[in-house]
Nanobody, 121 residues
Framework: VQFVESGGGLVQPGGSLRLSCEGS????????VGWFRQAPGKEREGVAC????????YYANPVTGRFSISADKAKNTVYLQMNSLKPEDTAVYYC???????????????WGQGTQVTVSS
């Protein structure tokens, strides 16, 4: 199982970015996949999980209403649309399997390289 994240960059506060995560070695329709992030000096935290087999989506409180997770099963790719970005969203963003979608707990065995998101004026 592997993940390749892309789409990060530098954006001004209030701006938007769309992250992509292409997965291989598993079938998206049978797995819960999500986004996690790690800011400098902080522990990695859950952002959003998508239980693609049920359609349920879960978000961390700080991003609810601003971020949206989606998936293209044909491409085995998960997306994270990030709107109204804030400086505190600055972090390296990773995707992986969600061991618990509701609790935003990742499976730690299959991390990608991540993609840097920097929100700054």
């Amino acid at each position: 199982v592997q993940f390749v994240e892309s789409g990060g960059g530098l954006v001004q506060p209030g701006g938007s970015l769309r992250l992509s995560c292409e997965g291989s070695g598993f079938t998206l329709g049978y797995a819960a996949v999500g986004w996690f992030r790690q800011a400098p000096g902080k522990e990695r935290e859950g952002v959003a999980c998508f239980a693609t087999h049920s359609g349920d989506k879960y978000y961390a409180n700080p991003v609810t209403g601003r971020f949206s997770i989606s998936a293209d099963k044909a491409k085995n790719t998960v997306y994270l649309q990030m709107n109204s970005l804030k400086p505190e969203d600055t972090a390296v963003y990773y995707c992986t399997i969600c061991q618990s979608s509701y609790l935003l707990i990742p499976n730690d065995d299959h991390w990608g390289q991540g993609t840097q998101v920097t929100v700054s004026s």
